[in-house]
């Protein structure tokens, strides 16, 4: 159960998905300012660049997007782009910004059955990290990329390497292609606490083709 008010510390203790959907419920509202306002948080900015710098396509989906800020990052760039939270809470408040076309509540800790689109791009900021979602949820967001779709997904790096993300990446070898890993700061000059200097590891690769086929 959560205890805290919404905040960094509080998100990254938490330990399952009913305790995510608790926390960001509550954090909806003020998550801009009171995190990444007040954190100087940069990461979804480096996700947009680094998809973008890569080649990436739409129709996009942003996994985990929250509030939106991945999306605002991308929308000047590409359209459309569809997004999925566990959180209705959060989904709302990314609906206001009028950046994307489809929002629905989804987790990514289990298999998506009900979007029925197929996406040329996935991209990720912030939601690969403590007490949120694990590699094992990478295995859920293949079947909604075509072929040859590029995969842009941050990775807090603590959590990449607590959680074993080296070891699936290798595992996902014969659906995957391509894996690039970018090392990023997610906040920038303005941020205060004992999380200022977090690093995430973004990872680019690709969908092989007819790894669906191969995989069945
Ligand atoms: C730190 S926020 C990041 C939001 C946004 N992408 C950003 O960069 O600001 C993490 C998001 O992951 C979502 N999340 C946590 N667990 C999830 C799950 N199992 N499936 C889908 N989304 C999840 C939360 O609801 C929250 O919106």
């Known amino acids: 159960m959560i205890d805290d008010d919404p905040s960094l ?6 330990s399952s998905v009913d305790d995510n959907r608790r926390l960001y419920a509550r954090w909806a509202k003020d998550y801009d300012q009171d995190f990444a306002a007040d954190m100087d948080y940069v990461l979804p900015r480096h996700v947009a660049q680094q998809f973008l710098q890569h080649g990436g396509a739409a129709p996009v989906l942003d996994v985990g997007a929250g509030t939106g800020l991945l999306g605002q990052a991308l929308r000047r760039h590409l359209s459309p782009l569809d997004a999925i939270d566990l959180s209705q809470e959060m989904l709302e408040t990314a609906a206001q910004k009028n950046v994307y076309r489809h929002l629905d509540v989804a987790d990514v800790t289990k298999p998506i059955t009900h979007l029925g689109r197929l996406y040329d791009g996935i991209v990720s ?5 403590h007490g949120h ?3 094992d949820a990478i295995d859920n967001l ?3 990329a075509r072929d040859g779709a590029l995969f842009c997904l941050s990775i807090n790096k603590h959590h990449w ?3 074993g993300f080296e070891a699936k990446f290798q595992d996902l070898d014969d659906k995957i292609e391509g894996l690039t890993l970018v090392e990023v700061l997610i906040y920038g000059a303005n941020a205060t606490g004992p999380h200022r200097d977090d690093l995430g590891v973004i990872a680019l690769f690709k969908k092989r083709p007819n790894y669906d086929a191969a995989a069945e």
């Open 9 to 14: 510390q509080a998100a990254y203790a938490l």
């Open 142 to 144: 293949l079947p909604l």
């Open 125 to 129: 900021s912030g939601t690969f990290t």
């Open 133 to 135: 979602v694990g590699p």
């Open 161 to 163: 390497i607590e959680k």
